[in-house]
């Protein structure tokens, strides 16, 4: 008998890199990790995260079976009781009356089926993810200037790149392996430059041979400043301009004459480094640039991607090895979750929900009764109906609002008031599942099955290697069986994620011959033997084709009707939020070692010792400035009415004027750092993304 123990292949749940991971049950039951040499986006690489997967596995907290009203209930209770609330409801009030608020860290086939129930059966679009919080503003800027939401590069193209660029990005701690495998090719190849531009000296800057401490939210202005440079330098790409795009002159009017002053103002950057900047981005032909929450989380945010992908398009530097507008997901399925139109404003397969032809094809090949006809709630407004009683059942799954959201007190309450709430959770005892009516006990990593794409746009299989515990079940069973339920049975009849990934497969090629770009239909009849041996590949895979990698553009066709990009006239954020009684920016975000709301993080002890509770970071002058000894409790407070109280961490890794507090802690006993209830619900007019890292407070000592 060959008692060796059996190793899968899946992929890390955590961050939108996607490392592949090989997971092997020991025969004491522990789950040894290691990174999979074979996998694509790392190579045998994984992070303290990623390594520490089997410390956060244990039973602590999971929900194991159905609870209707905080009482046990078996499935069919549960079920029966969701389906009869939300056809109620609509019956009653109308489809826009419902709302599902969804997770990146759901599968796709989870995602595909929660998008067709609400969007194709139910009839609305009030179908909206935590992904609104992370990557809503690069989707915007990718349509606004490409037609379509594109990745356009690859992780390749890090490699190949002499010059990366890293805007809002704290890549050391958030994208961990990337980082590893810049930091990598920088020792193999010392020539390779690297610029940080961030207002604080984060661990990425350690690599930096330039780190811009820029003012929050001095992007647009440092983008646009850059654009005039190369203008003026002649180092734009006229013919690739002329042949490729539209709307240069518009930018051109609007941004040349600004004087070095007013640029350093914008930017609080010295003029040696604005110049140091300009210089090496005009002389490398091959500059990626990478982005993620210091961009995204903005109220600027979709303009500050597009004043990037300006710079890009107008050097035509776009498409080719080593060269491109790079936005990096935060999370594990972000990507997958846009694929399957998984946003309030979007269809599925990249289809256009305010295009009656793409309305129309997706009816038919869903043979859905009652198509959403425009774009949904986008999650702030959501919770915002929430609060009002516009929605009045609201089903929110694998996330934690509670903690997550922007003015998350207000959300909070809103949940509470809230007439119906369906959460469904591996945890039973999130700030958000404590709220619900009605808790489904969801599989997990390691239980469920099914697909994610990672940042590049290479979909990888995640796989089961333990039995789910109790009688949880995974997100797409739950949602097909309310449908069924709902009277939809036929077009909910799924048995595996198999069959969902196959018609999500199918839906993507559907009147498609290159007119979209997102195109899987290689894969429209894949069987179950198949797609659980499915390697890591990257899309387009149209039919016919096989796997190979990819990027967008390289031959300078866009998706606009044209053919042709749009360069995009931005405007520098008007910064109002700083005043008397508010003076310092509070910014926000990820520490190295625990993911989001610290549901499977906080159960290693050894991820937890990292950085033992939340803190807030302050430069020691600004410490003297108000008072703040390094390490005592201060308490921080903004125009929410709300307060948080933390120890200070004074640090000159910090900029003048700006605290840092990290996203993940909860709890209601001081020290507790729930800091997004200091948040207001200020957000991008075009992407609807919070702006999550620019909020005025004040601070004082406890
Ligand atoms: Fe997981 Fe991201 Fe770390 Fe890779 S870099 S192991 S995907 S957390």
Redesign the pocket.
Known sequence: VDNTPVETKTT?P??G???GVIARVEEDGKVSIKGDPDHPA?FGR??S??SALGETLDLDGRALEPQVFGAPASWDEALDLVAARFKDTIAEFGPESVAFYLSGQLLTEDYYVANKLMKGFIGSANIDTNSRLCMASSVAGHKRAFGSDTVPGCYEDLELADLIVLVGSNMGWC???LYQRIAAEKARRPSLKVVVIDPRRTATSDIADLHLSIKPDGDVALFNGLLAHLIETGVIDQTYIAAHTHGFSEVFEQIMGQSLADLMMQTGLPAMQLRQFFKLFAASEKVVTCYSQGVNQSSSGTDKVNAIINCHLATGRIGKPGMGPFSLTGQ?NAMGGREVGGLANMLAAHMDLENPRHRESAQNFWAAPTMAEKPGLKAVDMFKAVADGRIKALWIMSTNPVVSMPDANAVKAAIEACPFVVVSDMQADTDTARLAHVLLPASGWGEKSGTVTNSERRISRQRPFKAAPGSAQPDWWQLAEVARRMGFAQAFAYTSPAEIFAEHAALSGLNNNGSRDFDISAYRTIDAQHYDALSPFQWPQPLGTAPKDSRFFSNGKFYHSDGKARFSATAPAQSDRVNDAFPLTLNTGRVRDHWHTMTRTGKSARLSAHLAEPFAEIHPLDGRDFGIEDAALVEITSVTGQRVIVRALLSERQSRGAIFVPMHWTGEVAPTGRVDTLIPSNTDPISGQPALKSCGVAIKPC
């Open positions: 890390c955590y961050c890199v996607g490392c790392n994984l992070c995260k990623g994208h961990p392996v594990p």
